[in-house]
């Protein structure tokens, strides 16, 4: 056996090295190879553990959230006992433990325009395991600009997607989705609900992307939408064709230009940063909690109590034309009262980010979390 290989390693990877296809060089490959995934939730749980099981060298994982029991009806790499921890913490420890052989890199922030060059550039291969369409954006774009394969999936109730993203070879996440939907139609998983098995099964196929990516095996799905359908247990495949008016693919619009369409394809929402210095600097605006009562109690940012059910009933007491802030636990809520107020006339409306939770991530870790 090639001495490239621990003792170990050759027990470890018995069954890689007998396969056609993989082999001595293959699995070479695959301990050469540095992997990121975005995002250590619902996808990205099986996502890592296999890859992690496969041998893959170095696998950098990035999340900035932190373990509810929500998450553990589809997140597997979590239990009971470590909610409130840091999901890349408690990540490294169980793939460590899965297979303590590999280097885990860990991010706890979220990828942003800040920082994603810096980090995507020391990968060969990315993995979108997000939930949300600026993030999908953003990684395609650093993705494409840095020549990175971009393995890509998404769940939804019953209903998964996986592509794979190649520069150069095929299209691009923004031929898929030129534009992103209303904010107010896209709920993630926590709002819109999914089946907790079927990230298990579609963060699994991203997995065995990544893999024949790295090999250069079989035929990944470059230029294709695999579409599967839990409740029919139907696998569906729809060419992606290029947009000749992408405007990463087709039109070579520089690189630099395409933050502003990343910024503006969310523009009702507001990041909790930007609140923080909208506050610091004691800008005029109206801020608006639209949970429940109970909800206040247990911590809230100081704005005016006005639950979604009771909205209408408060909004003479408003300024129409002043900026107004919407916040509720995450986004759900927040995105409802948005069209609400849009419709009564109010201009100047802007959606708190992900809500109380994650300015408690990231800003003001004292508040209580529920």
Same mark, same amino acid.
């Given at each position: 056996?090639?001495?490239?290989?621990?003792?170990?390693?050759?027990?470890?990877?018995?069954?890689?090295?007998? $396969?056609?296809?993989?082999?001595?060089?293959?699995?070479?490959?695959?301990?050469?190879?540095?992997?990121?995934?975005?995002?250590?939730?619902?996808?990205?749980?099986?996502?890592?553990?296999?890859?992690?099981?496969?041998?893959?060298?170095?696998?950098?994982?990035?999340?900035?959230?932190?373990?509810?029991?929500?998450?553990? /009806?589809?997140?597997?790499?979590?239990?009971?006992?470590?909610?409130?921890?840091?999901?890349?913490?408690?990540?490294?420890?169980?793939?460590?433990?899965?297979?303590?052989?590999?280097?885990?890199?860990?991010?706890?922030?979220?990828?942003?325009?800040?920082?994603?060059?810096?980090?995507?550039?020391? @990968?060969?291969?990315?993995?979108?395991?997000?939930?949300? @369409?600026?993030?999908?954006?953003?990684?395609?774009?650093?993705?494409?600009?840095?020549?990175?394969?971009?393995? @890509?999936?998404?769940?939804?109730?019953?209903?998964? /997607?996986?592509?794979?993203?190649?520069?150069?070879?095929?299209?691009? @996440?923004?031929?898929?989705?030129?534009?992103?939907?209303?904010?107010?139609?896209?709920?993630?998983?926590?709002?819109?609900?999914?089946?907790?098995?079927?990230?298990?099964?579609?963060?699994?196929?991203?997995?065995?992307?990544?893999?024949?990516?790295?090999?250069?095996?079989?035929?990944?799905?470059?230029?294709?939408?695999?579409?599967?359908?839990?409740?029919?247990?139907?696998?569906?495949?729809?060419?992606?064709?290029?947009?000749?008016?992408?405007?990463?693919?087709?039109?070579?619009?520089?690189?630099?230009?395409?933050?502003?369409?990343?910024?503006?394809?969310?523009?009702?929402?507001?990041?909790?940063?930007?609140?923080?210095?909208?506050?610091?600097?004691?800008?005029?605006?109206?801020?608006?909690?639209?949970?429940?009562?109970?909800?206040?109690?247990?911590?809230?940012?100081?704005?005016?109590?006005?639950?979604?059910?009771?909205?209408?009933?408060?909004?003479?007491?408003?300024?129409?034309?002043?900026?107004?802030?919407?916040?509720?636990?995450?986004?759900?809520?927040?995105?409802?009262? $948005?069209?609400?107020?849009?419709?009564?006339?109010?201009?100047?409306?802007?959606?708190?980010?992900?809500?109380?939770?994650?300015?408690?991530?990231?800003?003001?870790?004292?508040?209580?979390?529920?």
């Amino acid at each position: 056996m090639d001495t490239y290989f621990t003792p170990e390693e050759i027990e470890r990877y018995r069954s890689h090295f007998a $396969l056609s296809g993989v082999g001595i060089e293959g699995q070479k490959k695959l301990k050469a190879a540095r992997v990121l995934c975005v995002g250590v939730g619902g996808l990205g749980s099986p996502l890592t553990l296999y890859l992690a099981a496969a041998g893959i060298g170095t696998l950098g994982i990035i999340d900035a959230d932190h373990i509810e029991v929500s998450n553990l /009806q589809r997140q597997i790499l979590y239990s009971d006992n470590e909610k409130n921890r840091p999901k890349v913490v408690v990540a490294k420890d169980k793939l460590l433990q899965l297979n303590p052989l590999v280097n885990i890199e860990t991010y706890q922030e979220m990828l942003s325009e800040d920082n994603a060059l810096s980090i995507i550039k020391k @990968y060969d291969v990315v993995v979108d395991a997000t939930d949300n @369409y600026a993030s999908r954006f953003l990684i395609n774009d650093f993705c494409f600009y840095l020549k990175k394969p971009n393995v @890509y999936a998404s769940v939804f109730q019953f209903e998964g /997607q996986l592509s794979v993203f190649m520069p150069k070879h095929g299209p691009c @996440y923004r031929c898929l989705y030129p534009d992103s939907p209303p904010e107010n139609l896209v709920p993630n998983c926590a709002e819109g609900g999914v089946l907790g098995v079927l990230p298990g099964v579609m963060g699994s196929l991203q997995a065995l992307e990544v893999i024949k990516c790295i090999l250069g095996i079989g035929k990944p799905l470059i230029g294709k939408l695999l579409v599967f359908d839990g409740l029919c247990m139907s696998f569906k495949e729809f060419e992606i064709q290029k947009n000749n008016k992408c405007p990463i693919c087709e039109k070579n619009i520089p690189f630099s230009d395409l933050a502003h369409t990343r910024i503006t394809c969310n523009p009702k929402m507001l990041s909790v940063q930007a609140f923080k210095t909208l506050r610091d600097e004691n800008k005029n605006f109206t801020l608006i909690d639209v949970r429940e009562p109970f909800e206040f109690n247990i911590c809230n940012l100081g704005g005016k109590l006005m639950p979604l059910g009771e909205l209408s009933q408060h909004l003479h007491k408003l300024d129409k034309s002043q900026l107004t802030i919407v916040h509720c636990k995450f986004d759900g809520r927040s995105k409802q009262a $948005l069209s609400l107020l849009e419709a009564e006339g109010f201009t100047q409306v802007k959606i708190l980010e992900g809500g109380i939770i994650r300015w408690i991530d990231q800003i003001d870790p004292f508040l209580t979390r529920y």
